[in-house]
Each structure stands twice: as structure tokens, then as C-alpha cells.
């Protein structure tokens, strides 16, 4: 894998976090789900989901985190949009906010200061989130009201400060969406945790659609420019959620297809890939 120009000294690191420790012990009340080894003996060496559903737009979109500890809500808002589309056979189009899930959501952990990925998919099932576009979007009922920022490389934007406060819960929509709070609200039917096997984890990606996940970021990740990235030094930063999309293999290097909330300038226009079948980084 090849690494890109250096982030600057002042970049903060400060919006790399989720809440791993209480997670695990939650974990064991979440249903784990396993696919028949037919599906898993018919699935491709590389699969792309867009290719497969393209009508579902949103699978190639890349969101942005902004100077907000909260890639854990937008790992799950960004898989939640998609599966509905996929599950629709592309009829159903709603982008739900994660604006909404930061703000709201109480059990889930500290907002911008991190939370749990699991619990994030439990308060859609039973309290459910709105509609809500990226940044200055006007879209939805809650867009997102973090600015974005530049995520350790250089651009047109301010660096990343990690200092943003949780914003304030909004139990109404914005005042150009006709409608109404109560109404927009669209809800999970079941969660669960799909088995750490890789064949499983693609049997599901291919079945029904992205899914979220977890792992440690270490500080040479920041440099990601393409190909499949492998760490190889650098300290652990934290734990960082996103959402994997796909697999495939490349120079002989299995990996997993991922969408990052780090906006298109940094990685491969947001995307990147990791080594998969060794639970690299922890993922």
C-alpha cells in the first residue's frame, strides 16, 4: 500500500474514539447470525456491491465526521441507508441522519466523545432516527450540523481539531422539511452481530448489505493514499468505526472494501482497503 503527503503537526487525533470497553460486555446480549455454507460456497473472489445494486447511490457516498468523535453513529447511519435501499429493491431512498443519532441518543455513549456501534442499531430498532443530509445540505430533517474538515491531510478546509461539542437534541425538524418529526421517523426490525468468520462476514455483505464495524487506528493508517493497507508501525490511536462494503483481492492480498467518514480528500476518495481474513487491527 502507498501512503500520501504527512498530516500537520497540529492535526488533533482527539475524534478517533468509541467506546470498545463497555461495548464488549454488551455484545453478549446481541444475537449472532451465521449464513448457510451453500451461500458461502457460490460467493465471487471480489465483490463490490455497486456493481450489484446501483441503483442504491449511496453506496458510493463518502460522509464526513467533521471534528466529532462520532464515526460510531456514522458507521451505522450509513449501513442503515443502504440496507433500506438494497432491502427496497431500491423503491425506499432515506438517508438518515446522523445528526440525529449523535445528539439523541442516550445510551449510546458520549456523543462526540464517542459510543457504542451496537447500541446505535438498538435505538433505531426501538426509538427510531429521521432523515438528515451531510453539512449545509438542507436535506432531511436533521442534516448534519458539524462543518467538515480536513482528516490528517491537506486541503481547502480546516484541519480536524477534535474540540466540537455534542450538538443539542432536536426533537423537530427543520423548518423547510414538510415533515413533520413524529412522522419522518423510520425504525430497525431486528439487530444483530454477524460471526467474526470472514466467509460469514461476506455472505452477509453480499446477502443483505453493508455492515458496520470497528478497529484500532494506528497512526500510519493516517497516510493511507491506496492499495491494501497493512499496518506496519506507528502507535494506536483509538478505536474507529466504518462501514465495509465489499472484498476482493489484490497482489495477492485478500481485503475488505471500506467506506470511511473522513471526507473524499483523504484515502482513495474516502475509501479504503484492509487486509482481510487475519482480523487485522482488530476488525
Known amino acids: 500500500w502507498s501512503a500520501g503527503r504527512n498530516f500537520p503537526t497540529h492535526t ?7 467506546l470498545r470497553e463497555h461495548e464488549r460486555r454488551y455484545y453478549m446480549e446481541v444475537a449472532y447470525v451465521t449464513h448457510d455454507v451453500e451461500l458461502i460456497a457460490t460467493l465471487p473472489e471480489i465483490f463490490d456491491p455497486r456493481d450489484k445494486w446501483p441503483e442504491c447511490l449511496t453506496l458510493n457516498e463518502i460522509r464526513d465526521q ?13 449501513a442503515m441507508t ?17 445528526e440525529d443519532l449523535v445528539s439523541c441518543c442516550p445510551i449510546c455513549g458520549l456523543g462526540c466523545n464517542g459510543g457504542m ?3 446505535a442499531w438498538e435505538y433505531w430498532k426501538h426509538v427510531g432516527l429521521v432523515s438528515g443530509g451531510n453539512y ?12 467538515p474538515c480536513e482528516h490528517h491531510v491537506p486541503g481547502n478546509r480546516m484541519p480536524c481539531n477534535g474540540d466540537t461539542k455534542t450538538p443539542k437534541c432536536q426533537k423537530n425538524c427543520e423548518s423547510s422539511y414538510n415533515v413533520p418529526f413524529k412522522k419522518d421517523k423510520r425504525y430497525g426490525k ?18 443483505n448489505g453493508p455492515v458496520e464495524a470497528a478497529f484500532t487506528v494506528y497512526s500510519d493508517l493516517l497516510s493511507y493514499k491506496n492499495g491494501v493497507y497493512k499496518h506496519t508501525e506507528g502507535n ?17 492480498n485478500k481485503y475488505w472494501l471500506i467506506a470511511n467518514s473522513w471526507n473524499s480528500d483523504w484515502g482513495d476518495n474516502g475509501f479504503f482497503k484492509i487486509l482481510r481474513g487475519e482480523d487485522h487491527c482488530g476488525i
Not at 66 to 78: K, L, Q, R
Not at 136 to 147: A, D, T, V
Not at 190 to 207: C, M, Q, T
Open 190 to 207: 431486528h439487530v444483530y452481530s454477524v460471526s467474526g468468520h470472514e466467509d460469514h462476514i461476506k455472505a452477509e455483505l453480499f446477502k
Open 136 to 147: 449545509n445540505s438542507s436535506q432531511g430533517c436533521r442534516p448534519y450540523e458539524i462543518p
Open 12 to 18: 488533533s487525533f482527539a475524534h478517533i474514539k468509541i
Open 236 to 252: 494506536a490511536l483509538g478505536g474507529h468505526a466504518i462501514k465495509i462494503i465489499g472484498w476482493g483481492v489484490e497482489n495477492n
Open 66 to 78: 467533521g471534528s466529532c468523535g462520532s464515526c460510531w453513529a456514522f458507521g451505522a447511519v450509513e
Open 117 to 119: 456501534p451496537t447500541l
Open 82 to 98: 443502504d440496507r433500506v435501499c438494497i432491502y427496497s429493491n431500491a423503491t425506499k431512498h432515506f438517508h438518515f441522519s446522523a
